[in-house]
C-alpha cells in the first residue's frame, strides 16, 4: 500500500487548510486511517482517526476545530482544518492500519498505525 499525503503550507494564525492522502491498493475501505503530527525534537502525536465505518476520534488539542473525513470512491482521506494554531505547526503524516479494528480514543486506531505517508509541512504564524 502507498499513501500520497499533500496539502501542507504556511497560513496565518485562524486561517484554514485542508490535508488530502491518496491510498493505493484495496485496502481503502476496510481499513482504519488517520493523522499523526510530528515536531523535531517532540514524540508523535495522533490526531485523528477515521475507521470503516466512518466513526471518528479526536486529540482534545484539535476537537472542534479538525474534522477528518474519507472518500472511499476517490481512496481519499481529508484533513479539514480550522482556526488553526501556532501550537499546529508540525510536519503532518496520514497513516493507515489495514487490518482494522476500529478507532480508540484521542485520535488513534484500536490497533495503531501500520503504513504511513511521507508528509507534508503545516506551518501556522501569528
Known amino acids: 500500500v502507498q499513501l500520497t499525503d499533500s496539502g501542507g503550507g504556511s497560513v496565518q494564525t485562524g486561517g484554514s487548510l485542508r490535508l488530502s492522502c491518496v491510498v493505493s491498493?484495496?485496502?481503502?475501505?476496510?481499513?482504519?486511517m488517520g493523522w499523526v503530527r510530528q515536531v523535531p525534537g517532540k514524540e508523535r502525536e495522533s490526531v485523528a482517526a477515521?475507521?470503516?465505518?466512518?466513526?471518528?476520534t479526536y486529540a482534545d488539542s484539535v476537537k472542534g476545530r479538525f474534522t477528518v473525513s474519507k472518500e472511499n470512491a476517490k481512496n481519499t482521506l481529508y484533513l479539514q482544518m480550522n482556526n488553526l494554531k501556532t501550537e499546529d505547526t508540525a510536519m503532518y503524516y496520514c497513516?493507515?492500519?489495514?487490518?482494522?479494528?476500529?478507532?480508540?480514543?484521542?485520535?488513534?486506531?484500536?490497533?495503531?498505525?501500520?503504513?504511513w505517508g511521507q508528509g507534508t509541512q503545516v506551518t501556522v504564524y501569528s
Open positions: 497513516a493507515l492500519d489495514p487490518a482494522s479494528y476500529g478507532i480508540s480514543s484521542g485520535g488513534n486506531c484500536y490497533n495503531g498505525f501500520h503504513d
Open positions: 491498493g484495496n485496502t481503502f475501505k476496510g481499513a482504519c
Open positions: 477515521i475507521d470503516s465505518d466512518d466513526d471518528t
